[in-house]
């Protein structure tokens, strides 16, 4: 079964700095990934998803991940963070029956 | 754009009790997935339904059960509710055919068991 890693529990970034968050996934086939935001009390909205071709995905809000295979990893990263990007993220990795499995995801506080 | 709509958005019951969740899935969508989160948890796969068949099932208890309708709309049942059931219920759907889709969540539904 599929399974997703999130290394950070809590990052912290100062507004207008670059950021990274970090994801590893374990699938024995080509996964499909996905990166989700939630806001405190709100649902789960999609950012971005990689199926296949290119491995850097674009997003909303001005987030980008790239898929590596070679490391199992799919990074979301943002150059410039905003005070409004404070929020939970959640990476994603999807088997072929579209199920998915989350990673225990990385609250986002962002410092004036 | 229509997205997926979930009822009730918060629902307070007692222990014991019984209580349903309702979904409607963004229009045109054949797919349905429930999920349970925790507080401070990750979103836990329940189960899905395709065409109104369950198509998967993950980690939901033998006190839940769940069904998709004629028009795809699905319901969320839970009996003899404990406190540990209290969390944020999420209904999600997608379009299945050729390959990969891309799962839409709702807003989720709040339960708190008292």
């Known amino acids: 079964a599929q399974s997703v890693t999130q290394p950070d529990i809590h990052i912290t970034v100062s507004e207008g700095a670059s950021l990274e968050l970090r994801c590893n996934y374990s699938?024995?086939?080509?996964?499909?990934l996905f990166w989700y935001v939630q806001s405190p009390g709100q649902g789960l909205q999609l950012l971005l998803k990689?199926?296949?071709?290119?491995?850097l995905v674009q997003g909303i809000k001005g987030f980008e991940a790239e898929f590596k295979r070679s490391q199992s990893s799919f990074n979301l990263r943002k150059p410039s963070v905003h005070w409004s990007d404070a929020a939970e993220y959640f990476c994603a990795v999807g088997a072929g029956n579209n199920d998915m499995r989350f990673g225990a995801g990385t609250r986002l506080t962002v410092k004036p | 754009a229509a997205g997926v709509i979930q009822s009730p958005r918060h629902l307070i019951k007692e222990k014991r009790e019984t209580a349903t969740l309702k979904c409607y899935p963004i229009p045109r969508h054949d797919t349905v997935y429930w999920y349970q989160q925790g507080p401070g948890q990750d979103p836990q796969f329940l189960i899905s339904f395709y065409e109104k068949m369950q198509s998967d099932k993950g980690s939901i208890p033998d006190r839940f059960s769940a069904q998709q309708f004629s028009d795809y709309h699905s319901e969320l049942n839970m009996s003899s509710l404990e406190l540990g059931d209290s969390a944020l219920y999420f209904c999600a759907s997608s379009k299945a055919g050729g390959g990969r889709n891309t799962i839409y969540f709702g807003e989720g539904s709040w339960l708190t068991v008292v």
């Open positions: 699938y024995g086939a080509t996964p499909y």
């Open positions: 990689y199926f296949s071709g290119d491995t």
